[in-house]
């Protein structure tokens, strides 16, 4: 069946320090935005009219949900907690933050029903979190995503590639502790300077660089090779394009289709390391087969992962066809060279394929 989030939006309410990065009200996009208990109750009613046979869950977004006082915290949970009950919801989440994940305020969340918890985490660099105004350390990060996994709860973590003061091994070192973890999902959102942060005022003051696209998406598809043999769930990379964002944003890597050209890097990675495989055993040269369906990972935005690719293996070193929607059979690949949640890389002799999980 399929799933939908019905999302509220509480922009920065109780969330203990303004971060050099965050604007919520921009980043809320197009959510719903309903502090009213009674409000709640009707719009995710309207959810359930309107989207039957779904599988809905209330998510409040935003904010750091556990800082706020318990009394209104159940307030707020109490419409979906009923409907939750009542089957009219799958579930509910909540968003916050590191420092508020007691044993208690996990134990408030369960009571009312919560199924799923995402952490804010952004990095597990100390200097990182220090520099842009994260009010814990790396060890409290950890703790954390510990306590929301003990009590039972499904945990999404959310990370930002680049903050200023992050090198690429803080950042290759955040997608090891998440495979390490084996959360429900994670949430890639490389950083981008809003209008009216103090980001902002570093990147026109030159002192935070924002990566190109190239660099971003290289970065992300290392991340993502090693977050991918752990089996995590990349829910999304980069923030939703919406109409606020597009006028907040003054610089860095925000693309519409982020989260395809990151995974079409991760292609062109994998599989110029498939062809160094088949170079080695092959006096012949590699012939790429890729599923019709997954062409658009080497095609799709003016060839963006044929492009990757041939900056590491010259495009009359190999050849390549789309193929059809079927995968080899079984025992025609010796090796399944690589899995990502979205594709699987084969070797076959001298043939590389990419077929559909």
Excluded at 11 to 28: E, I, K, V
Excluded at 43 to 54: H, L, T, V, Y
Excluded at 153 to 182: K, N, W, Y
Excluded at 326 to 343: D, G, L, N
Aim: aromatic share 8%; hydrophobic share 45%; proline share 7%.
């Amino acid at each position: 069946m399929k799933r939908r989030i019905v999302p509220f939006w509480f922009p920065n309410l109780g969330c203990p320090t303004r971060c050099t990065f965050c604007d919520q009200f921009a980043a809320r996009g197009e959510a719903i935005s309903l502090p009213n208990p009674e409000q709640l109750r009707t719009a995710i009613e309207a959810a359930a009219r309107e989207e039957a046979p779904c599988s809905l869950e209330a998510a409040y977004y935003g904010g750091t949900f556990t800082a706020l006082p318990a009394e209104m915290q159940e307030r707020l949970l109490e419409p979906a907690s009923t409907l939750l009950k009542q089957g009219v919801l799958a579930g509910i989440r909540v968003s916050t933050h590191p420092s508020f994940t007691s044993s208690e305020a996990m134990a408030r969340l369960g009571r009312f029903g919560v199924t799923t918890v995402e952490l804010g985490i952004q990095s597990f660099a100390d200097s990182v979190l220090a520099h842009n105004g994260r009010d814990y350390h790396g060890e409290r990060a950890l703790q954390a995503c510990r306590s929301v996994q003990s009590a039972g709860l499904a945990l999404i973590v959310q990370l930002m590639p680049f903050l200023p003061e992050a090198s690429e091994e803080d950042d290759l070192d955040a997608a090891r502790l998440v495979a390490e973890l084996v959360p429900d999902g994670v949430r890639l959102f490389p950083t981008v300077a809003l209008a009216g942060t103090r980001l902002a005022e570093w990147w026109r003051e030159g002192l935070w660089k924002p990566p190109s696209l190239e660099a971003t998406t290289a970065r992300v598809a290392r991340m993502l090779r090693i977050i991918a043999p752990a089996r995590v769930s990349v829910l999304r990379i980069g923030l939703q394009a919406s109409r606020s964002l597009d006028k907040a944003v003054l610089a860095g890597p925000y693309h519409p289709a982020l989260g395809e050209l990151c995974r079409s890097a991760l292609l062109a990675d994998v599989v110029h390391f498939a062809m160094a495989e088949v170079h080695r055993s092959e006096t012949t040269r590699p012939h790429l087969i890729v599923e019709s369906p997954l062409a658009s990972l080497l095609t799709g935005h003016d060839h963006f992962g044929l492009g990757m690719l041939n900056k590491w293996r010259p495009a009359d070193s190999y050849t390549w066809t789309i193929g059809p929607n079927t995968a080899p059979p079984a025992r025609q690949a010796h090796s399944s060279f690589w899995r990502s949640e979205v594709f699987l890389v084969s070797l076959h002799g001298n043939v590389v394929r990419v077929s559909r999980t």
